[in-house]
């Protein structure tokens, strides 16, 4: 039976238990809401509006990677959530592709107001459901974009491909003739000699047709 000096003891490991489980709980709800946010959308991983200052990004990233860091906690999904998390925080302080994703996020806020035939002053924008339905639309608009700048870098790549053929083709075709440029030389020697002895088998073969021609019949 334990002592009234020992209660305490107890109670406080049973509270380290519970605290201890209820960030393990924290880490594990983080972790599985990371993996299921739409990756395209860096607010969306880092559970931030758009617009806010990089002073908010700096400061939700920190928090929410000291949280969910693989080296503390023994979630075996933590090094996937981490990743994202880090991929999402680069690209929102890149202004290039922030820019980019910003001007998606309003398109689509754009088209959702055009469908539910609503303008920026009506009450509607304020509810869940234009929230919810917004957020679809940035899904779409994001994916088409994400579609049409890799139609774009494969036919840049394949553009690359061509050019880099012809010039390869380019490279060839001097090689070729650079090589038989030096074979022709190689060989002038040879073909000079062997024109002299042309010319000077030619030059005796005249010599003898001459001495025939001087030659008198007998009789």
């Known amino acids: 039976m334990a002592t009234k000096d020992e209660a305490p003891v107890d109670n406080r490991d049973t509270l380290e ?3 201890s489980e209820g960030k393990e709980y924290e880490k594990d709800a983080e972790i599985d809401r990371i993996l299921k946010a739409f990756r395209l959308d860096a607010y969306a991983v880092l559970a931030l509006k758009p617009g806010v200052p990089e002073s908010d990004i700096k400061k939700v990233y920190r928090s929410k990677s000291l949280l969910i860091h693989p080296d503390k906690t023994k979630n075996p999904l933590a090094p996937d959530a981490f990743d994202r998390l880090k991929k999402a925080q680069t690209e929102l302080m890149d202004e290039k592709h922030r820019a980019t994703l910003d001007e998606a ?5 754009m088209l959702t107001l055009r469908e539910m035939k609503l303008t ?9 459901e234009f929230d919810k339905k917004w957020a679809e639309k940035t899904k779409m608009v994001l994916i088409d974009n994400e579609q049409r700048r890799r139609r774009q870098l494969k036919a840049q790549m394949q553009e690359e491909g061509r050019e880099q053929r012809k010039q ?10 650079r090589q038989h440029e030096e ?6 020697d040879v073909r000079i000699n ?3 002895q042309f010319q000077k088998a030619k030059s005796g073969a005249g010599d003898d047709k001459k001495k ?5 019949p007998i009789g």
């Open 168 to 177: 390869d083709e380019e490279l060839e075709a001097r090689k070729r003739k």
């Open 194 to 196: 062997s024109w002299r």
């Open 17 to 19: 238990i519970l605290e």
């Open 212 to 216: 025939k021609k001087k030659l008198k």
């Open 183 to 188: 074979d022709w030389e190689a060989t002038r």
């Open 120 to 128: 920026v002053d009506s009450p509607e924008i304020k509810t869940p």
């Open 105 to 109: 996020i309003a398109d689509a806020r």
